[in-house]
Structures are given as structure tokens and as C-alpha cells.
């Protein structure tokens, strides 16, 4: 199932390539419909088990859990959800290893707030003489809204270290990853955005977000 958003694909044409003199953005808005079938749905069995057998393992010194308690399978759930939402986002990637710890739960808006502040600053400045003054932040919070009701929404952000993260690995000055899960909807609207130099070469911009880059806002998940 596809659905078509204008107010999406208006901001991922936007954020395409954005030059910036020196660096370029590149940022991309996804939403990805749940759903257990195919490959992703073995993945997503396999992590079951790998969950349940750290479970098993874990100590009281090791790193708690953004996404809740683990040991609740909605939140073992939500963790599967995201781990394969970042498969899809980088199909290339492998996120197997990936754990619970390295995704942040964040209280509100506010955090998604402050990185379009602290990093997209300037392609809010460019944004709004292209828009006739609008803000790229409410155009983003009303993409964001119209295909997965952001007041039903669990906030995720994605911080790996430098080993997990597909951009900063090819060369990239920062990167930033934020997740909408909406459990009613079975819905995860995903948020990408780099900042890479111009002079970290070409090859990585032509190819960082080409695979899995669609017109229509909501991609079937396999999940």
C-alpha cells in the first residue's frame, strides 16, 4: 500500500542535495506500514530470540532500556519495529547487532525541535525565502502529522556509535535519525538527515540515500 502525501514529498525535494556552500544535506522523510510477512518477519523471530536470550544473560550493570522494560513483549516489539525500520531505511546496513540502548525515547517534540534548531538552522533560512516565509520546522511537524498523528506517537532517536552509523562510516560531519511509532496505526514515520563536506567526494552523496527512496510517503514494512 502506498500513500501519497504532498506536504512529504515537498520536503524530501527540498532536503534532496540541499547546498549549503561548503557541505550539503541530504535528509529524507519515510513512513512505513507494519506488517508480519516475508523476510521480515523471520528477521524479526530471529530477534525475538536474541532479545530473549540477552534477557537471560543481562546483569544489573548493563545499559537500561530506552524502549521500556525488555522483558514486556510490546516492548520487545517496539525495539524489533525499529531495528527492522532502520534495515529498510539502509538496506545495505546490517543492524542485526544492533541494541536496545542505542535508541533514545524522547518525552516530546522538543528534542526533534532543538536538532532542527542546532542543524538545519540554515536550510530553515533557505526554506523560508523558497516558501514565502513559512518555517521548515511546522511544514516537517505537519508532514509528520498527516501521515501518523504525532499526539499518538512514541518519539525514538537513533545515536550509534561511530561502528553503527551508515553516514558518519562514509565520511559524513553529523547525522541524525528520529522515529514516530504510532501503535494504533502500526505506522513508523522515519526522519534521516546528514550533513556531509563537500570535500569528502562525490561517491557518498550519490549513493548514501538512493536505494529505497520513493515519491509516495508510507512503504509497506514486512515486520
Excluded at 522538543?110 to 511544514?139: C, H, I, P, T
Aim: net charge negative; aromatic share 12%.
Amino acid at each position: 500500500m502506498y500513500f501519497i502525501c504532498l506536504s512529504v514529498f515537498s520536503v524530501n525535494v527540498f532536503l534532496d542535495q540541499l547546498n549549503l556552500g561548503d557541505c550539503t544535506i541530504r535528509g529524507s522523510l519515510e513512513a512505513f506500514s507494519c506488517k508480519h510477512a516475508g523476510n521480515d518477519r523471520r528477521l524479526s523471530i530471529s530477534l525475538e530470540h536474541e532479545i530473549l536470550d540477552y534477557l537471560g544473560k543481562s546483569s544489573d550493570s548493563d545499559p537500561p532500556s530506552p524502549v521500556e522494560h525488555l522483558s514486556c513483549r510490546s516492548s520487545r516489539k517496539t525495539l524489533i519495529y525499529l531495528v527492522l525500520t532502520l534495515g529498510h531505511m539502509y538496506p545495505d546496513y546490517d543492524f542485526s547487532a544492533v541494541r536496545a540502548h542505542l535508541f533514545f525515547k524522547e518525552e516530546d517534540m522538543e528534542s526533534f525541535k532543538q536538532m532542527v534548531d542546532n542543524y538545519l538552522s540554515e536550510a530553515s533560512r533557505l526554506w523560508a525565502a523558497r516558501n514565502e516565509g513559512s518555517s521548515l520546522l511546522d511544514s516537517m511537524t505537519k508532514a509528520i502529522d498527516e501521515v501518523i498523528k504525532i499526539r499518538e506517537c512514541d518519539i525514538y532517536s537513533y545515536n550509534p556509535d561511530s561502528d553503527g552509523d551508515p553516514f558518519l562510516e562514509k565520511g559524513a560531519i553529523w547525522s541524525v535519525n528520529f522515529f514516530f511509532y504510532n501503535r494504533k496505526l502500526k505506522r513508523v514515520v522515519s526522519f534521516r538527515c546528514c550533513c556531509t563536506s563537500k570535500f569528502a567526494g562525490d561517491d557518498f552523496l550519490a549513493g548514501a540515500l538512493s536505494d529505497g527512496e520513493e515519491e509516495d510517503a508510507l512503504i509497506d514494512m514486512d515486520i
